[in-house]
């Protein structure tokens, strides 16, 4: 059975021809790109010149003078417009958890383009409230709002005493404010979050000069956009250069009890296709999907051992080609207990995702340093120095590579200390960076992306099939 990336690669083959240069793929994520470009190799019978590939957010960021800004610069930015507008404002380790939120919240509100911005952030004290208030909001835009509620409103179960729920609601008013000076800030130095450069480049898209756009654009295997996604799109099929195909050939993502369908009238009905592409599957529910078998485990650790009874059942003998199944992990923590339970069998393993620092034992020094560096230093400069000389001594042949990334963080956090020297940064702040950061590093594995059994997060699925997926 072909994959749907397989049949739009045939058919752009033998429709366009030479002329692939032309064209630029766009994808959720890189890991469809890699496939398709396989995919596209195989039915060329001459040399040409391949296409582009590239993901959405390249996408927009070839459309904009504008770079996104790393994490750290966005939350010191932040908390530098947060002081101006707050002479009292609370210690940079006690802000970090709620200009993390601040950042994800205006990233999402620029990201679904939510006009009205300043009524949105008005007083509002609860989800009651918000219903009334904000009519014009979408059902998405209004249950974005009831996360955010949630997790604020659980905050003081965390903390009983309640005072960083009541500095919160004083930090409430200070929300539009502060999201417009953060806007202002990083556009003086041409930098962005990410939502923030979508809706700027939607914003003054008139000012982008035409040799910015590619000839034709190609949007595959999408299906829950946001509104800045939905806008571009629009805009590009609009000019004539957008091209549009989704993977709804199965039957049970046309039953309309089925929530997967939510987003998949209102995509075909807005983007066309320009090529008649073959249904990719069988036309029968009932040999549409194949087998499914649920497994009761008891535990992760028994799940990872299941896989080596399921690989062992479904690999034939002698068989190597394992490229079209895949182990797709809810919890990347799993993935060094998986890779030793694997048959022997299975020689070729393609791991798409990284190991997080944070189970490794080089993550203990980050979270406890009061118990590695005695006595703790005085000085956020000679923590950082401190810090590095220890990862340095517990530096061997099997942790290299994770000693070499927290180093990475560390002359990140080296710099920062020097670009805002209005910032007093102390020791508890620095540490709290560089656990907020080492949290969200991980280790990367090298190796041949389009050969072997596929290993790979929930999100790397989008836009790909498998004959056998774990």
């Known amino acids: 059975m072909r994959s749907k990336l397989h049949a739009i690669a045939q058919t752009f083959v033998e429709q366009v021809g ?7 793929f766009v994808f959720p994520n890189h890991r469809a790109g890699l496939f398709f470009r396989k995919y596209l190799s195989q039915y060329m019978d001459k040399p ?14 070839e459309l904009s003078d504008l770079l996104v800004a790393d994490q750290l610069t966005l939350l010191l930015r932040l908390y530098s417009e947060y002081r101006r507008l707050k002479p009292d404002a609370e210690s940079l380790d006690q802000f970090l958890y709620w200009g993390k939120m601040m950042l994800a919240d205006f990233s999402e509100i620029d990201n679904h383009l939510v006009p009205h911005v300043e009524a949105l952030f008005a007083s509002v004290k609860d989800l009651h409230t918000i219903d009334e208030r904000f009519q014009y909001l979408t059902d998405n835009q209004r249950q974005a709002l009831a996360r955010f509620w949630k997790e604020f409103q659980d905050s003081d179960k965390h903390h009983p005493n309640g005072k960083m729920h009541q500095r919160f609601l004083h930090t409430w008013d200070l929300l539009y404010p502060l999201y417009t000076a953060l806007r202002q800030n990083l556009l003086r130095d041409g930098l962005a979050y990410e939502g923030m450069l979508h809706r700027e480049v939607l914003d003054h898209w008139q000012e982008i000069p035409q040799e910015r756009f590619r000839d034709q654009y190609v949007f595959l295997g999408f299906n829950a956009l946001t509104a800045s996604e939905r806008e571009l799109m629009l805009r590009l099929q609009a000019m004539d250069r957008a091209d549009f195909y ?12 089925n929530k997967a369908s939510l987003f998949m009238e209102d995509n075909l009905r807005l983007f066309r296709s320009r090529y008649k592409i073959p249904d990719s599957r069988l036309a029968t529910p009932s040999n549409d999907i194949g087998d499914i078998t649920l497994i009761s485990v008891p535990s992760t650790v028994g799940e990872v051992h299941e896989v080596h009874r399921i690989l062992s059942d479904i690999i034939p003998a002698g068989s190597q080609d394992l490229t079209r199944t895949a182990v797709v992990l809810p919890d990347e923590q799993l993935l060094i207990p998986l890779l030793h ?6 020689s070729k393993i393609n791991v798409t995702m990284g190991y997080p620092l944070r189970a490794t034992s080089l993550y203990m020094p980050v979270a406890y340093p009061e118990q590695y560096l005695i006595p703790m230093p005085e000085t956020a400069e000679v923590f950082i120095e401190q810090m590095r000389a220890c990862l340095l001594s517990m530096r061997n042949d099997d942790n290299a590579e994770g000693v070499y990334q927290i180093t990475k963080v560390l002359d990140r956090l080296q710099t920062a200390l020097k670009t805002y020297p209005n910032i007093a940064f102390s020791v508890a702040d620095a540490q709290q ?23 790979m ?7 790909l099939d498998f004959d056998n997926v774990i």
């Open 18 to 24: 030479s002329d692939l240069q032309r064209y630029t």
């Open 433 to 455: 960076l560089l656990k907020m950061l080492t949290l969200e590093t991980t280790i990367p594995y090298v190796g041949e992306p389009l050969d072997g059994l596929q290993v």
């Open 341 to 346: 339970a694997f048959p022997k069998s299975v």
């Open 457 to 463: 997060g929930v999100l790397e699925t989008r836009a």
């Open 48 to 61: 040409m010149f391949a296409p582009r590939m590239m993901s959405i957010n390249e996408c927009f960021a």
């Open 246 to 257: 989704f993977d709804y050939d199965s039957p049970y993502l046309r039953d309309p009890q």
